[in-house]
């Protein structure tokens, strides 16, 4: 067997400093090394075009490199300072909005082009809906304990009671969160740093990630953008927790956000996976509500601390106006017929449709069945009907529901990040549904999907991109098939 033949550039493990001149699809930032052999590419993530860094060689072709961000030795000259405290959630805080944007569309529509063999997509692009709030848009975030953590002015690790993000590229090391990152909310992330302490000083230890051993391991938070009222979680594992006064936690909580508290539940989690709750873990209510309620374009819908919910509400109110619209672009399509719902989680866009249709009847299909509960209790709390939902994997569905073919004119699909299996996306394409709206968090696999699509019939009539998480390298699309 032949040897493969390895690059003449870099080896693995290799730290570069390098200066990065274009951005890719998924945040990853472009260097070029260059030599009289040639120009070899180095992808680095969570990088911009102008800045100069230093990175660790974690994969190494005959044509290119992956590297992992060590840090930023020098920012590019379009960046901006900010009063917020740098995170590994939000690696483009200090480049404007609009650059973003730019580089999102730009590197979004290209995907479509390459591996979607769209090459008149530029032509089909719709808009770019942007986010209405830039900072503090999140309504959930997790905050991590650690044993070790990041000395910021030596840059090494420490033996240090740490509560905030782990450090970018490092799963066994905190960072502590001293102040606002800007992206959640600011009363919290202040008071961060008061919470870390009290749990310090209780003498009970952090989780230590290499060695798999503590007793605090998270602190979560939901936000209701309605209420205004937050909903906290410890978890922790349950050795050493007769130690821990959880009502006296309870009402340090309820001192600091006195109206705004919702309620506060425990958690255990005994398993030494890097996983916020336990498959087997346990949870329980200390004191308050388990439950906070969110508006969604006029609609309530009560979530639990388990609960899948869109992460910037108002966004999301964009984005499903886009699906709506584009749905309902043929109303004929939707009055008085039965639209498929797929993928459709807790039924947000199922219920929407039902509340502008008329008559219409929404079938609604997610292999969750926590959401198909909370789709069910929210249908009822908004008193909609015309809906079903159903508790399934949409491939195995739509193989037990013959019946369904040709006999749907509308089919809105909204697929986890990895997409759609290839033979489920077969057995949606024999539906046979006249129009299709595709909404994706991860336009590559759409793309993918798209020459599927384009071979049985269908093309894209038009395209929209949806900024629901600025200062990262997300980006949300929604596309309308025809059928041909």
Known sequence: M??????????????????????????????????????????VPNTIPGQTVKAQVKKSTKNYAECNLIDVLQNSEDEISVPYQDIPGAPYI????????????????????????????????????????????????????????????????????????KRRGVWWMGDNLEKDSGLFDTLVEDNISTIRKYCEATGLSPWHGPKRVGFFRYFVVRKSYKTDQLLFNLVTTSYDLPKFDLNDFSKLLQG????????????????????????????????????????LLGLNFEISMKSFFQTNPKSAEKLYSKVIDYALENKEAIDNTIVMDLFCGTGTIGQILASRSTNAKIIGVDIVASAIKDAIKNAKRNH??????????????????????????????????????????????????????????????????TVEMMNHGYEIKKISLVDQFPHTSHIETVVLFEKI
């Open 256 to 295: 600091i956000f006195k109206e705004r508290f919702a309620g506060f539940l425990h958690s255990v989690n005994d398993e030494t996976g890097d996983r916020t709750l336990a498959t087997s873990g346990t949870s329980q209510l200390i004191s308050g509500e388990d439950k906070i309620v969110e508006e």
């Open 384 to 449: 909609i009907n015309g809906l079903k939902f159903y508790t399934a994997d949409v491939g195995k569905f739509l193989y037990e529901h013959p019946e369904y073919k040709n006999k749907i004119r509308t089919i809105i699909l909204d697929p986890s990040r990895a997409g759609i299996a290839p033979k489920t996306l077969k057995k949606i394409i024999a539906i046979n549904a006249e129009r299709i709206v595709y909404v994706s968090c991860n336009p590559a696999t759409q793309a993918r999907d």
């Open 94 to 165: 200090q480049l404007p909005i609009e650059l973003q944007h730019r580089y999102k569309k730009e590197s979004t529509l290209s995907l479509f082009k390459r591996i979607g063999k769209v090459p008149n997509i530029d032509e089909l692009f719709d808009e770019l809906v942007t986010s209405p709030n830039v900072f503090h848009y999140r309504n959930k975030m997790e905050y991590g304990f650690s044993a070790i953590g990041y000395d910021r002015i030596n840059k090494t690790d420490i033996d240090i009671f740490t509560l905030g993000f």
């Open 2 to 43: 032949p040897k493969r033949e390895r690059n003449k550039f870099v080896k693995r493990g290799q730290i570069l400093e390098l200066t990065i001149e274009d951005y890719a699809f998924g945040g990853k930032g472009i260097a070029r090394i260059r030599s009289e052999e040639g120009v070899f590419v180095v992808f």
